[in-house]
């Protein structure tokens, strides 16, 4: 059987992650502790499907803390996890919506026919309602 488990350098080959990462989050709890042969980690295959869990999770935006978090949530019977994809869904829609105020910002910069934008009115009244308090979804939409 030992035959089956793979070393740190394995697990590190065929994930694509450095193994300082793959250490780091054997410290942090998101991959369970390994067996040891001779002192060195030695891993079951189906770490490697636990590696791409994290990956997807972490790509999606999900904070290493908020994976230990699903990680043990996933190991009882708590439905907790669902509340933090609702929340972690929120988060997202929030950071999409400004990065769309962003990209529509950039774009009448660009669009503006003043040849220099801090000359354009709309640039004139998002600066003064931006420093007023207002976000820049709302500071743009002046």
Not at 10 to 38: I, K, M
Not at 39 to 63: H, K, W
Request: with cysteine; net charge neutral; aromatic share 4%.
């Amino acid at each position: 059987m030992s035959e089956e488990l793979l070393t740190i350098g394995e697990l590190a080959h065929r994930t694509g992650v450095a193994t300082s990462a793959l250490r780091y989050w054997e410290e942090l709890g998101l991959l369970p502790a390994p067996d040891r042969v001779a002192g060195q980690r030695r891993y079951p295959p189906s770490a490697v499907e636990l590696v791409g869990e994290i990956l997807i999770f972490r790509d999606v935006g999900f904070t290493l803390r908020e994976l230990k978090t699903l990680m043990e949530l996933r190991t009882s019977a708590a439905e907790g996890w669902r509340e933090l994809h609702e929340r972690k869904l929120a988060e997202l829609d929030r950071r999409i919506a400004r990065a769309q105020a962003a990209r529509t910002a950039i774009a009448h910069g660009l669009a503006c026919p003043r040849e220099d934008v801090h000359d354009c009115p709309n640039f004139r009244r998002g600066v003064a309602a931006r420093l007023a308090g207002a976000s820049l979804e709302e500071a743009h939409s002046h």
